[in-house]
């Protein structure tokens, strides 16, 4: 039964973790909506986990929602620590489109949000680390 329920490969949709003042520790958490459509009842959610210290770690699992995310935009997620950047960051996104709904999964693994993985970030246009 299951086999035959169709899962659509998500394109175009991105999530990035974005150094809002150049210099500064300060990161925020963006989905990138570079679709040409927008998507509607947008569900994020998000949690961190790793070892440190050879101990389990795991944050807190936060949700978040979004009624849309207009095409070629882009919303704040969260604020992110840079203590997490050790790390794997989850974002499990879920949102519709055409009566279809689609999910994905982004995993920032540790130690990747560091400046030389920086790009200039679609849409946004500050510097950051994306995955699409």
Known sequence: ????????EVESIAVAIVQDIEGLD????????????DIKNVMVVSTGYGLVNDQQIKTSTL????DEVKQ????????????????SNEYWISFSLNNQLYD??????????VESNFVT????????????
Do not use: A, C, W
Not at 63 to 66: G, I, S, Y
Not at 105 to 113: D, G, N, W
């Open 1 to 8: 039964m299951i086999k035959d329920i169709t899962f659509p």
């Open 26 to 37: 300060e990161y925020d958490v963006y989905l990138i909506n570079l679709k040409s459509e």
């Open 63 to 66: 949700r978040h929602f979004f």
């Open 72 to 87: 070629q935009d882009f919303i704040k997620i969260e604020p992110i620590q840079k203590e997490v950047f050790g790390l």
């Open 104 to 113: 994905k999964q982004f995993i920032f693994l540790p130690e990747t949000v």
């Open 121 to 132: 970030i679609p849409v946004v246009g500050k510097k950051g680390v994306l995955i699409k």
